[in-house]
Antibody, heavy 119, light 108 residues
Framework: QVQLVESGGGVVQPGRSLRLSCVASGFNFGGYGMHWVRQAPGKGLEWVALIWSDEVYKFHTDSVQGRFTISRDNSKNTLYLQMNSLRAEDTAIYYC????????????WGHGTTVTVSS | SYVLTQSPSVSLAPGKTARLTCEGNNIGTKRVYWYQQKAGQAPVMVIYDDNDRPSGIPERFSGSNSGNTATLTINRVEAGDEADYYCQVWDRASDYYVFGAGTKVTVL
């Protein structure tokens, strides 16, 4: 079945780095745009980044621009989020989500991986 | 940047109709998406392109979008509909995806 499984979360000190992964299965991963969306404790959803299927076009929200980088390896059916210079406000559950083929919504979501930035 | 405004919460009895609004400047010119997030779970898309339902979503869920307001309607609300609901659009001007702050639906 269609599935997204995130990993790589954990507890990290401010200023350090972390790389999240999202492994896709059950669909043609290379044919879809992919997102990272996060949710701080007790808060709403915040879009983080998008990468299109061709791996060329990438967009990051302002608050992570220059610190986070989205990437993908279509040969491994895997999406990544490299997070550098982490801050306390980056603490959240990070979800990967698939962009629809005919629309700009997120039609499949992973279960999320938790990142805690704390000294 | 584009802003979406949702009411924080709504409470209603089972069997009633819930109407959740999502306000944004000329939102009627954009495609709106709605997500349901139950406690401790990942979000699930319930409406795409303003008023289409993904497979597996009950017909009780419907959407509309016009002017400055998009609406998610849940008919015959059930206990299992209790969740946070988020609206989302793609802002073409910035190539950013924007979520509303969410509406918490409580079934009494």
């Amino acid at each position: 079945q269609v599935q997204l499984v995130e990993s790589g979360g954990g507890v990290v000190q401010p200023g350090r780095s972390l790389r999240l992964s999202c492994v896709a299965s059950g669909f043609n991963f290379g044919g879809y745009g992919m997102h990272w969306v996060r949710q701080a404790p007790g808060k709403g959803l915040e879009w983080v980044a998008l990468i299109w299927s061709d791996e060329v076009y990438k967009f990051h929200t302002d608050s992570v621009q220059g610190r986070f980088t989205i990437s993908r390896d279509n040969s491994k059916n895997t999406l990544y989020l490299q997070m550098n210079s982490l801050r306390a406000e980056d603490t959240a559950i990070y979800y990967c989500a698939r962009n629809g083929t005919t629309h700009n919504g997120m039609d499949v979501w992973g279960h999320g991986t938790t990142v805690t930035v704390s000294s | 940047s584009y802003v979406l405004t949702q009411s924080p919460s709504v409470s209603l009895a089972p069997g009633k109709t819930a109407r959740l609004t999502c306000e944004g400047n000329n939102i009627g010119t954009k495609r709106v998406y709605w997500y349901q997030q139950k406690a401790g779970q990942a979000p699930v898309m319930v409406i795409y392109d303003d008023n289409d339902r993904p497979s597996g979503i009950p017909e009780r869920f419907s959407g509309s979008n016009s002017g400055n307001t998009a609406t998610l309607t849940i008919n015959r609300v059930e206990a299992g509909d209790e969740a946070d609901y988020y609206c989302q659009v793609w802002d073409r001007a910035s190539d950013y995806y924007v979520f509303g702050a969410g509406t918490k639906v409580t079934v009494l």
